[in-house]
T-cell receptor, first 111, second 111 residues
């Protein structure tokens, strides 16, 4: 069974700083890797999806990379803003259309 | 407006009572999912359905039941057999193993 881990569990940074969130997975036979944002008490919002054949995806200040061979993905956030404060989750999709989620990284951007 | 709706937003259950959580989508997605989220934990898959009239158990299906009579609807029943049902329940849909779209969630509390 796929195991997805996110480190660190929580992160505080000053506004304007660039930061990297990490996601690791045990089974490299994934279909894709997705990053989500969750605000307190809300559902998840999809940020980026990287197909297994891709190395990275970019959207605005966000860049996600995927290294299947090492079982790792990173989410890079440039020039962080207080509005970026949220929990960020990664999820891998495997065969059978099942998704496996990490426990998330809680990000606080301090003004 | 396309999207996923969940109702109710808050639900209270008495001991020994069955309750049903609603999930509806108008995205024309074939696959639908139910997850449970507990504080400090990632999302855990309860049930998923890839097509009408078919569904599969996830990792924590005991004490839950679902139906998929229509493509748009995937209700979840929390039965009295679920001994610790207090949690945040999230419904999602997707096209195969593509990007998942989440509803706003239902917070269930046992009285």
């Amino acid at each position: 069974k796929q195991e997805v881990t996110q480190i660190p569990a929580a992160l505080s940074v000053p506004e304007g700083e660039n930061l990297v969130l990490n996601c690791s997975f045990t089974d490299s036979a994934i279909y894709n890797l997705q990053w989500f944002r969750q605000d307190p008490g809300k559902g998840l919002t999809s940020l980026l999806l990287i197909q297994s054949s891709q190395r990275e995806q970019t959207s605005g200040r966000l860049n996600a990379s995927l290294d299947k061979s090492s079982g790792r993905s990173t989410l890079y956030i440039a020039a962080s803003q207080p509005g970026d404060s949220a929990t960020y989750l990664c999820a891998s999709a495997g065969t059978g259309n099942q998704f496996y989620f990490g426990t998330g990284t809680s990000l606080t951007v301090i003004p | 407006d396309g999207g996923i709706t969940q109702s109710p937003k808050y639900l209270f259950r008495k001991e020994g009572q069955n309750v049903t959580l609603s999930c509806e989508q108008n995205l024309n997605h074939d696959a639908m999912y139910w997850y449970r989220q507990d504080p400090g934990q990632g999302l855990r898959l309860i049930y998923y359905s890839q097509i009408v009239n078919d569904f599969q158990k996830g990792d924590i299906a005991e004490g839950y039941s679902v139906s998929r009579e229509k493509k748009e609807s995937f209700p979840l029943t929390v039965t009295s057999a679920q001994k610790n049902p207090t949690a945040f329940y999230l419904c999602a849909s997707s096209l195969a193993a593509d990007t998942q779209y989440f509803g706003p969630g239902t917070r269930l509390t046992v009285l």
